[in-house]
C-alpha cells in the first residue's frame, strides 16, 4: 500500500531515530523520498512519553532529501510525533544553521546502511 505524501515516517538505528516527511512513494522501486525532519538520539521505542533534551533532537529540515528502501521505514505514532512539533516550530525564530547537523545526519545514514548491507559503499 502506498503511502502517501506527508506522512511522517521514521527510520530507527538503536535508540536513534531519523523522522521524516514522504514527498513521494516510489512503488515500482519500493523506495522512499523522504524529507529528514528531526533527527532524535537516545529515546528508546518503549519511552516515546519520557520529556526530552532539546540536546537529543536536531533540526534537519534544510539537510539533503533521502530515496531509501520504503521497507527500513515504519509509519510514525502521532502520540510519538506530536510532543517533537515543538522542536520544528519553536517560539523564537531559528538562529543559524549547525553545520553538525549534516555530519549527524550522514553518520546516522552511514549507520543504517552499514547495519543493512555491510561494506557496501554508500556511492554504489
Known sequence: ???????????????TRLYGEV?????SRKML???????????????FDVSLASQQIQDLREESHLLWPSSL???????E???LLSYLYPEKP????????AVNLR???RQVWQQQWGDRDLAS
Open 73 to 79: 521505514f515504519t509509519v510514525a505514532l502521532d502520540t
Open 81 to 83: 510525533v506530536l510532543p
Open 33 to 47: 523520498w523522504v524529507r529528514p525532519l528531526l533527527l532524535v538520539e537516545s529515546w528508546p521505542e518503549s519511552d
Open 94 to 101: 531559528k538562529a543559524e544553521t549547525n553545520p553538525e547537523t
Open 23 to 27: 514527498i513521494d512513494h516510489v512503488i
Open 107 to 109: 553518520r546516522f545514514i
Open 1 to 15: 500500500m502506498p503511502l502517501p505524501s506527508g506522512q511522517i515516517v521514521r527510520l530507527t538505528q538503536d535508540s
